[in-house]
């Protein structure tokens, strides 16, 4: 029996027979030849020696081996060291995995050619038999069909046999257990399906969704997509490299949803889809229709009065003007006053002088009851 011993006591320790990885079929020393000429090309393979070589054309004729893998050598957890040598010593370097098997291992150094295989021990056999534990089965995949866009159904897969599944429309929950499940989203532009269980040995809930608008991204390129001839605004998108406004029958055509490229604006659309690109509209702050977000003035600008809504309802609002409008509602700017005649009190009508129409407007005052 294996005997298994802490890292700091183990050179005290006598062990089991310790195991000296030797390089067998990993290296074939008739393939090493110290005067090839290899490429200068770095494309790192890790031979199974345990060695990073520059290209496999190095790993074969400096190192003689026979196999590799693409990329520098990794020591993790449950690396098996199988064909590492650590050398002719008798410390005992720990636990690890040999060919599948836990088995105690003694060398020099847990570094061989530069790679440190020390994250592949352990302090303790049970630990090491972790590694060849199969873990618990966790799945869970959506396989989503409709055929109007509108009716869906959805089934689960890889399901865990002991398992309950729930099944939920955004944050309210629709069904309680069946693999299969379905739904009409005839009047909801934006919803998510969710299918969840709850398995401690899988680490607490396990979770896969759906959402309409997976299909495809903000700023898709709509050019030649064709949503009907319905007069239903749908909002504004990309198509053919700018922003535009759309209408249709749908978002839903060709068995692809194309609501998620559409915005709610033209402001939006333009600053997610055409970052740096100039955004026509008013661009003056004392205009009615000041845009904050446009960079190119378009000559839109409205101002006060009749640009702000009230091109109807404008007149007079000061009731000392001789063309006081009560039932304005805003004032145009328009009022008109009597002038001071303060030198000429007998000129009533104003036109700086005493005559026959003054006398005739004072005749037709004539009797009446000033407040």
């Known amino acids: 029996m294996k005997n298994v011993h802490a890292l700091v006591f183990a050179a005290m320790v006598a062990a089991t027979t310790p195991v000296h990885a030797q390089v067998q079929e990993c290296v074939d020393v008739s393939l090493i030849n110290p005067e090839a000429v290899c490429p200068a090309v770095v494309d790192p393979v890790c031979g199974c020696d345990g060695v990073t070589y520059m290209n496999s054309c190095e790993a074969q004729t400096q190192g003689g081996v026979t196999s590799?893998?693409?990329g520098t050598c990794v020591v993790e957890?449950?690396?098996?060291?199988?064909?590492?040598?650590?050398?002719?010593?008798?410390?005992?370097?720990?636990?690890?995995?040999?060919?599948?098997?836990?088995?105690?291992?003694?060398?020099?150094?847990?570094?061989?050619?530069?790679?440190?295989?020390?994250?592949a021990f352990f302090e303790d056999e049970p630990t090491c038999t972790l590694c060849n534990e199969v873990p618990p089965e966790c799945g869970l995949q959506l396989l989503t069909s409709t055929e109007d866009g509108m009716w869906y159904t959805f089934e689960a897969i890889d399901v865990p046999a002991d398992v309950e599944l729930t099944w939920w429309i955004d944050d309210f929950l629709a069904q309680t257990g069946g693999l299969v499940?379905?739904?009409?989203?005839?009047?909801?532009?934006?919803?998510?399906?969710?299918?969840?269980?709850?398995?401690?040995?899988?680490?607490?809930?396990?979770?896969?969704?759906?959402?309409?608008?997976?299909?495809?991204?903000?700023?898709?390129?709509?050019?030649?997509?064709?949503?009907?001839?319905?007069?239903?605004?749908m909002g504004v998108a990309n198509v053919g490299g700018t922003c535009q406004f759309v209408s249709g029958c749908g978002s839903y055509v060709g068995g692809v949803n194309y609501a998620g490229a559409f915005f709610d604006s033209m402001e939006s659309c333009m600053l997610q889809c055409n970052p740096g690109g100039t955004l026509p509209g008013c661009v003056y702050p004392e205009a009615c229709n000041f845009?904050?977000?446009?960079?190119?003035?378009?000559?839109?600008?409205?101002?006060?009065?009749?640009?702000?809504?009230?091109?109807?309802?404008?007149?007079?609002?000061?009731?000392?003007?001789?063309?006081?409008?009560?039932?304005?509602?805003?004032d145009d700017g328009s009022c008109q006053f009597a002038p001071d005649n303060t030198d000429c009190p007998g000129d009533v009508d104003g036109d700086n002088t005493v005559g026959v129409s003054d006398i005739l407007t004072l005749l037709g005052q004539f009797g009446a009851v000033c407040d």
């Open 181 to 233: 499940f379905e739904a009409g989203f005839d009047f909801n532009p934006f919803w998510s399906v969710c299918a969840q269980y709850e398995s401690a040995p899988c680490g607490g809930l396990v979770e896969q969704c759906y959402s309409n608008l997976d299909g495809v991204a903000p700023c898709t390129d709509l050019a030649g997509v064709d949503f009907g001839l319905c007069e239903m605004a």
């Open 77 to 119: 957890s449950c690396t098996d060291v199988a064909g590492v040598d650590f050398g002719e010593c008798e410390f005992v370097l720990g636990i690890a995995q040999v060919n599948g098997a836990c088995q105690t291992i003694s060398g020099c150094d847990y570094v061989v050619n530069g790679v440190d295989y020390s994250p």
């Open 68 to 70: 590799w893998t693409e």
């Open 291 to 330: 845009n904050p977000l446009a960079t190119e003035d378009d000559g839109s600008c409205t101002f006060p009065p009749f640009g702000c809504g009230f091109s109807e309802g404008a007149g007079c609002m000061y009731p000392g003007a001789l063309n006081y409008d009560p039932w304005a509602l805003v």
